[in-house]
């Protein structure tokens, strides 16, 4: 499994970005795939999956209410919509795919994911 995420940027505080994480192999067979972050100085944190069986979505709450995780089946790539962007979403953004389990706490935790992409940077300025 491959993965490729692109989108990150700058922007300033209330605007958007889309991150994309292009996948290769078997991803979509798999349990899911969830996005994660990483500002400097602190641990990776949970931003937001989904579960292929049903297409269910769990986010975390700084997140709830402004960005959206999907997929489109036909380019193989999993998406993050990041609307009303604030400072502190300032981090770097990576994409994994969880092989798995599907447990609601299994989606939360970094070690249950299995592959991950190279990370995109998001800056948000004030």
């Not at 380019?75 to 798995?100: G, I, R």
């Not at 070690?111 to 991950?116: L, P, R």
């Amino acid at each position: 499994v491959q993965l490729q995420a692109s989108g990150g940027g700058l922007v300033q505080a209330g605007g958007s970005l889309r991150l994309s994480c292009a996948a290769s192999g078997r991803t979509f067979s798999n349990s899911g795939m969830g996005w994660f972050r990483q500002a400097p100085g602190k641990e990776r944190e949970f931003v937001a999956a989904i579960r292929w069986s049903a297409g269910y979505a769990y986010y975390a709450d700084p997140v709830k209410g402004r960005f959206t995780i999907y997929r489109d089946n036909a380019k193989n790539t999993l998406y993050l919509q990041m609307n009303s962007l604030a400072p502190e979403d300032t981090a770097a953004y990576y994409c994994a795919v969880k092989s798995d389990g599907t447990g609601y706490y299994t989606w939360f935790s970094e070690h249950n994911y299995d592959y991950w992409g190279q990370g995109t940077q998001v800056t948000v300025s004030s």
